[in-house]
């Protein structure tokens, strides 16, 4: 939890002597009727204006972070979780922004009444009001001020599927495949090297699943790669050409960021270990994987549980392991209230759940196996909104050469200038937005593999066709 201490407002006092000596100009001008009006005036704006100033110390808000969720807001990128009230109570809130001080005869009985009103609202000057704001993978959770809504594509013989970071860049991909086609057409071939050159029309990641991976040993349930961008995509062509036979079976484009494994374990959880590996450097050369993230999905209740960066993360309508029904949304809330029951708690060292948790021992309802969302926001567990969601898109037609197949929304943060302007593009998705998509992904494929049987296709098409009977959701986002 992050703790922000308020520091003492040196300049208090002369702010309440400039206000005597302009209510005592005033005085002079006008009569005595007026002057008490004057003085309550002159008083009541300086204590609001006061605290005021004192409520955004606290809020640790400068005028350069105004000014950008200004410029946020005017373009309509601005929403989430930067709208939530985390640094007063509503209640306090309130009294901060309709400050009334009583009427007061004379000058004195008025100072004195505004200060106790001050003192009262922020507390003394001399003793730091520390305000407590929940954190979001260590980052406060007021920071994450953007949705990112994030296409999920197959393409007609293509292996795997792939997300982009928008649907523009979506938009500019199909336009970039058609040019591509006619690369010999006068002014494609420029028009070409510009939309590359941008990395608007580069995919975020792409995900496929290895051929027999359920009967393979050792063989990775999902493997994921990300994207260069241009600059770099053109450095690895240019070693590839610098030795062909060395670089024969390389990716120029791509490179592997995430090998998932998954195994069924006796306590009654399905286990996902996310293995993160960095960027290759300029040789190529890859390290071994440097994080492990584990997902437990839990055998008898519709959620799975993942701890990253120590926050605790809960992913809500997931299928139970049991059920023959696949589940077309789940949402991700993460679990700040205290005390929280999750599956990480008491983690062994060899990434099993602690048999004592009670959370193994929870009996299966009806519910559980094929209630709709809102049923399952009862394993919530908190009081933020929701931080990201899959859904699954209607059925287009086959034949298409592109079918969007579902969108992963998420909070993000946006805390440059760059970041605004390449919003579009893959260029500045953060790391915590795409270990939160590989998530979605790994059990967007967990649901995928429950959907052939008939029973769960059945399902899915009501889901699909009728989803206000199915489920509501109020993640809506901005974009």
Known sequence: MAIFSRKPRKDLHKEQSRGETQTSAVRDDSGDSDDSKSIENGENSNVQANARDAFDDASSVNSEETVFNNALRNMGLLGGLANQTFYTPPGRRSELENVNPSN?????????????????????????????????????????????????????????VLV?????????????????????????????KYISKSDIATPLLHAIVPTLSVVRKNCPYMILYKFYEEKDRLAMEQLKLSNPTEYKDFYTDKY?????????????????????YPKPNEKGVQANYSSKIVMFTHRGKPYTDVLYKGTKIRWLGTSVI???YASTSFEMVIQNKSPSAHLHDGITDDDKPDPANPLLHDDTTVGDVAAPIEYCRKYRNSTLPIFAQYNDSPHELALKKFRIQGTVACYERMNNANAVRAFKTMRYVTNDTIIVTIMA????????????????????RVALEHPSQVYYSPFTPTM
Not at 122 to 138: A, L, Y
Not at 179 to 191: M, S, Y
Not at 256 to 276: N, T
């Open 256 to 276: 592997v960021i995430c090998k998932v494994y998954s195994k069924f374990l006796k306590c009654g959880v399905k286990r996902y270990v996310l293995e993160m």
């Open 104 to 160: 007061s005869d004379s000058e004195s009985e008025s100072d004195s009444d505004s200060m106790n009103t001050l003192h009262e609202l922020v507390g003394p000057i001399e003793t730091p009001v520390q305000i407590v704001i929940p954190t979001v993978f260590n980052r406060p959770a007021d920071s994450f001020n953007i949705v990112r809504n994030m296409p999920v594509v197959s393409g007609a013989f293509k292996i795997g």
């Open 164 to 192: 982009f970071a928008s649907e523009f860049s979506l938009f500019k991909y199909k336009s970039l495949e058609k040019l591509k086609a006619k690369r010999k057409k006068p002014g494609n071939e420029a028009e070409i």
């Open 441 to 460: 992904m790994v059990l967007r494929e967990q649901e995928g593999k429950k959907s052939h049987n008939a029973i769960s296709k059945r399902a899915q």
């Open 322 to 324: 049991t059920s023959p």
